[in-house]
């Protein structure tokens, strides 16, 4: 099983789409592993948009993630990067297709509702910024032989 790591922006937070945002994942069957409702320091916000350091948008970026709490989240499932980022929708809300969580939430680029990791090695750096091993718990899934 793979995991990944997944924010409930703060734009998501203050319209209060947490619960949709992980019924959705639970509903396709993945499993949350790590859950926490947080103010985002400016330093671990600094670490999550490095890739971004020195284009233009990086001082909103930062501005934006630490403007209010984020819902941080691990879920676990087979091929679980690839199909939470199919779930989220493309990265333009106006590409973003109806039923995604960005087609059905979004319209504005600049506050994107969620993000997800983009592969499963940039999801176990996000993991591993946001969360501590003892916060991620392991525990069987009585359906998993269900939703396979």
Known sequence: MERTFVLVKPDGVQRRLIGEIIRRFENKGLKLVGLKLMNISKDRAERHYAIHKGRPFYGDLIQFITSSPSVAMVLEGRDAVKLTRVMMGATK????????????????????????????????????????????????????????
């Not at 939430?105 to 176990?124: M, N």
């Not at 996000?126 to 969360?131: A, G, L, S, T, V």
Request: hydrophobic share 30%; proline share 7%.
């Open 93 to 148: 809300p106006e590409d973003s297709t109806p039923g995604s969580i960005r087609g059905d939430f979004e319209i504005y680029t600049g506050q994107k509702l969620v993000h997800g990791s983009d592969s499963p090695e940039t999801a176990r750096q996000e993991i591993e910024n946001f969360f501590t091993a003892d916060e991620l718990v392991e525990y069987p899934l009585c359906l998993a032989d269900w939703i396979g």
